[in-house]
């Protein structure tokens, strides 16, 4: 089975995105993360993949969580 993968910048293209997956009655499953991807989000991403219809995985690095700016620009992406 062939997966794809895409990428969303801005926020209104997901909504979009999502409000078509709605439209269709299909499930989505969603995986925050903070941009350091460990097997923790991988078995979360396993897991919606076997119980959803699609898999939403975020990968966001919130500048606001670090008080020193040299760690956000070490912080894995």
Request: charged share 20%; aromatic share 12%.
């Amino acid at each position: 089975m062939a997966y794809l993968m895409l990428i969303f910048t801005k926020i209104t293209e997901l909504q979009g995105y999502i409000s078509q997956i709605r439209a269709r009655n299909k499930s989505i499953g969603f995986v925050p993360t903070m941009g350091a991807l460990h097997e923790g989000h991988v078995s979360l991403i396993r897991y919606s993949k076997n119980t959803c219809d699609y898999t939403i995985c975020s990968v966001f690095v919130n500048p606001t969580q670090f008080n020193d700016k040299s760690d956000l620009d070490r912080y894995p992406r």
